[in-house]
């Protein structure tokens, strides 16, 4: 083999590393925590049913039947946690832990969210499921969330973010676990009555935060990190 | 040792024992197989909102599904790799594919522990269990102790739909389709929440995985593979 093709070989073979790392990029989180360790999306979620296809129009059709029977309480508490935050699911751990108050622990979530969304975003894209508003808009004419252009429904980034900062709240409150959990549940379930997912986004978003959280509680960083909020959250505990 | 005390160690010993040769049983599972249920998210509590309208959802499918879904649901009751022939060409019959009848016999009794330890540990009621006014026609009426989440067929027709998809590449598409179709057709049946079969196919999708990664099941699929080649028109 000459020198030419030996270089061109080589620069095929790095061209080719290069566009696969690009590739495999939005896939794997990249941040201080998961690391390699991200849940393969791709991997753990079934793909949700094709558009227009039984399975799909029951889906959409229950989401329509709990949307229809949300109350203005459920809407309104649908609309407050759009910007889905940790204090959203603590009220059962008490009025002392609010925002503004444990920059540590805001700061692993700010981290845990921005982690997450690595995760969560790309798989929307994969399979494109449209939000029940975009495809009904004559039955869910008014929505918590009205976007005219709005990322894929499947799975629910709120269903994803509400279990994963739960199960992380658990390790930190565990005597409030079963408050906790309910919350993120709820939270989830919010989604549906406002009209914004079905309630097979929502069981997609569970699967995936669930192990995006045994992710993070696996990595030793993360444990270092969350040693010390525990510290910070004592300290300023009534 | 007092003899009263020694039955019971007896006893202990002897179900250690035992424990540890079905462990050791499984031909192709590892034995911390069971940690694939650490996957799957709790169902709705009972009788909360979610759990209602997951109700209300599943009986509006059942009570609108057609003559023939619910006699195509009844059918696939007893579920195995032959119902996917439509896919797979009509020469994929029982009783001529020996290797690879015994392969997925393995592969189905090896899943199904795993969907019956999911189905102990969240004890979910069926349908028709916990609405038995609304389900009389439910293709099939089991006890309470039969639970519903995650489905054992949503399981099973996607570990096989799976693992049919490592036989028949070219058909792969076809094969997840029809996998995904076995779990809906429980639903449509009156057995099934939409989340039980969401929830075996997170399952069921993860362990045609574990199936795939064991040296064993690969030796024993390679010979499927010659087999049905060998038959293939």
């Given at each position: 083999m000459n020198t030419g093709s030996c270089l061109q070989l080589r620069r095929l073979f790095f061209t080719a590393v290069f566009l696969f790392s690009i590739a495999a990029v939005p896939l794997r989180a990249l941040g201080p925590y998961l690391g390699s360790n991200a849940p393969n999306a791709l991997l753990l979620l079934p793909a949700p049913p094709p558009a227009g296809s039984v399975e799909d129009l029951a889906d959409r059709d229950a989401a329509y039947s709990v949307f229809l029977t949300c109350t203005p309480e459920q809407f309104a508490l649908g609309v407050a946690q759009q910007?889905?935050?940790i204090f959203h699911l603590t009220?059962?751990?008490?009025?002392?832990?609010?925002?503004?108050?444990?920059p540590k622990t805001e700061a692993l979530f700010k981290q845990v969210t921005d982690e997450s969304f690595l995760v969560s975003r790309p798989i929307k894209l994969v399979w494109k499921r449209q939000r029940p508003y975009i495809t009904d808009p004559v039955r869910f004419a008014k929505v918590i969330e009205p976007d005219p252009n709005p990322t894929p429904t499947y799975p629910s980034g709120h269903a994803t973010r509400a279990t994963l900062y739960a199960l992380i709240l658990c390790e930190l409150f565990p005597e409030h676990r079963d408050e906790i959990l309910t919350k993120a549940r709820e939270s989830g379930w919010l989604r549906v009555q406002g009209g914004v997912h079905t309630p097979l986004d929502i069981f997609a978003g569970r699967t995936l935060g669930q192990s995006i959280a045994q992710a993070f509680l696996r990595s030793p960083e993360f444990q270092h990190d969350l040693a010390e909020v525990r510290a910070e959250l004592a300290a300023g505990k009534p | 040792m007092k003899f009263r005390h020694v039955v019971p160690a007896l006893f202990s010993i002897a179900l250690l024992v035992s424990a540890q040769a079905y462990a050791g049983a499984?031909?192709?599972?590892?034995?911390?197989?069971?940690?694939?249920?650490?996957?799957l998210p709790a169902p709705?509590?009972?009788?909360?909102s979610e759990d209602q309208a997951e109700l209300d959802a599943t009986f509006r499918v059942h009570s609108t599904c057609s003559p023939e879904q619910l006699a195509r649901s009844k059918d696939e009751?007893?579920?195995?790799?032959?119902?996917?022939s439509p896919v797979i060409g009509?020469?994929?019959?029982?009783?001529?594919?020996p290797k690879t009848e015994a392969l997925f016999k393995e592969v189905e009794a090896e899943a199904k522990v795993m969907s019956n330890q999911g189905k102990a540990q969240w004890k979910r009621l069926r349908p028709y269990n916990a609405d038995p006014e609304r389900f009389p026609r439910a293709i099939e009426h089991e006890a309470k102790t039969s639970y519903s989440y995650p489905s054992g067929h949503s399981t099973r027709g996607n570990v096989f739909a799976y693992l049919l998809a490592e036989l028949f590449p070219e058909k792969r598409e076809a094969l997840l389709e029809k996998g995904r179709d076995c779990g809906w057709l429980r639903v449509q049946g009156g057995v099934h929440y939409p989340d039980d079969v969401f929830a075996g196919r997170v399952l069921g999708q993860a362990l045609a995985k574990t199936f795939l990664s064991s040296q064993i099941f690969q030796r024993d699929l390679a010979e499927a593979k010659a087999e049905l080649a060998a038959a293939r028109p």
């Open positions: 910007r889905l935050n009220e059962s751990v008490g009025p002392w832990f609010q925002a503004g108050k444990f | 499984t031909k192709y599972l590892p034995a911390n197989a069971s940690d694939v249920l650490a996957l709705p509590p009972a009788g909360s009751n007893k579920l195995t790799i032959f119902h996917f009509p020469w994929f019959q029982p009783g001529k594919f």
